[in-house]
């Protein structure tokens, strides 16, 4: 097979493995393409944790093991070695008679790693690195919670050009249009929790829901030291197969959190910094305890400068509207923050908006 063929290929099994986005924590997005005499007999993604791999939705898609003696695999993370939830499938792509594994990247997890070891052992020919970067931009998530047990965390705002996200202190309403909030809800709906502070809460007092037609809810997530949201609060009393998590100082009131509970909502208590604030790195660990991969960080202007200033925010998407609005709007970020790069930086137009998303680095 070409070069040119190996990449054609991969990029098909890349669409398979997004069809997976938002669905498979804490596994990764993983798709799947088999290839025989250079024509598709299978392609699969994996679907949830806990059901099967993509290489065995691929096989079965193929007709079966019977099927793919001889084939090509291309496959966007290398095989699992292990017995989890389900089998090794590099077992299942040996027993297939598969002749040939072209691999995106080599799995993170040293406990499901191994898979392309066992498969040249045994006589395959496996071939790794194929379009690696695409796969690893497709699973940071995965990869940071497989070697840190925390999530990734993305910061998103709706901004003007003057980096303000509300027209007047203490006021919401959206700055951006219609195609800035659709991609919002598709953040929502790909990403396993959406994060706000009580501020926001309050002034917004807002559903955090998907409204994609087949979306789902992320886990609702409020920073809320003293737990002033009110059990009447919308995200409590909608229907939402989604849980709403309320994280709260070590000293906030007993009698609020019990009324918040029967409301419907989860209350972890956690330690304070030295300011009296919430201690970040402790709420994405329990979040990532829970096998949350990932978090959309979406304010307000506290809460971002609070993810900045304790080095937590891995990723940034920025909606920027054609607007200025001026010293009365509520600025981006309040409080001291580090300054710090958009890198890998891409810019998309949406209607009137420009999308500005990139990684979060540090500057020295």
């Not at 100082?249 to 972890?268: F, W």
Request: charged fraction near 20%.
């Amino acid at each position: 097979m070409s070069e040119a063929a190996d990449l054609h290929f991969m990029r098909l099994a890349l669409a398979e493995a997004k069809k997976g986005k938002g669905r498979t924590a804490p596994n990764p997005c993983v798709g799947a393409v088999l290839v025989l005499n250079g024509q598709i007999i299978g392609s699969g993604w994996h679907k949830k944790t806990g059901t099967p791999h993509a290489e065995i939705h691929a096989i079965a898609d193929a007709g079966g093991a019977a099927a793919c003696a001889g084939a090509t695999l291309y496959v966007t993370l290398e095989p699992c070695n292990h017995t989890g939830r389900t089998s090794p499938c590099s077992r299942a792509v040996l027993a297939a008679g598969i002749a040939r594994v072209v691999v995106g990247m080599a799995d993170p997890n040293p406990v499901a790693a191994g898979g392309a070891e066992f498969l040249r052992s045994q006589g395959v020919i496996v071939e790794m690195g194929i379009l690696e970067e695409k796969c690893r931009q497709l699973n940071r998530p995965f990869i940071k919670h497989s070697s840190t047990a925390l999530p990734w965390v993305v910061l998103k705002a709706g901004m003007s050009l003057d980096g303000k996200i509300s027209r007047m202190r203490g006021q919401g309403g959206a700055i951006t249009g219609p195609e800035s909030q659709r991609r919002t809800h598709e953040l929502r709906d790909e990403l396993d929790a959406i994060l706000i502070g009580i501020g926001t809460a309050l002034i917004d007092n807002p559903a955090l829901t998907c409204r994609l037609e087949q979306g789902r809810d992320p886990l609702r997530v409020i920073l809320d030291s003293q737990l002033r949201l009110p059990p009447e609060a919308k995200m409590l009393r909608q229907q939402s197969a989604a849980q709403t998590w309320i994280f709260c100082r070590t000293d906030a009131c007993a009698e609020k959190q019990r009324k918040l509970e029967e409301a419907g909502a989860v209350v972890h208590r956690v330690a304070a910094n030295e300011n009296g604030q919430l201690d970040l790195k402790q709420v994405l660990r329990i979040l990532g305890q829970s096998n949350i991969t990932s978090v959309l960080v979406e304010g307000g202007a506290a809460v971002h400068g609070a993810f900045l200033r304790a080095g937590l925010a891995d990723e940034a998407c920025l909606f920027v509207a054609p607007c200025f609005i001026g010293e009365n709007g509520t600025p981006l970020l309040t409080g001291d923050a580090p300054e710090a790069l958009l890198t890998e930086l891409t810019a998309e137009k949406l209607g009137e908006d420009v999308l500005l998303r990139g990684l979060l680095r540090k500057t020295d």
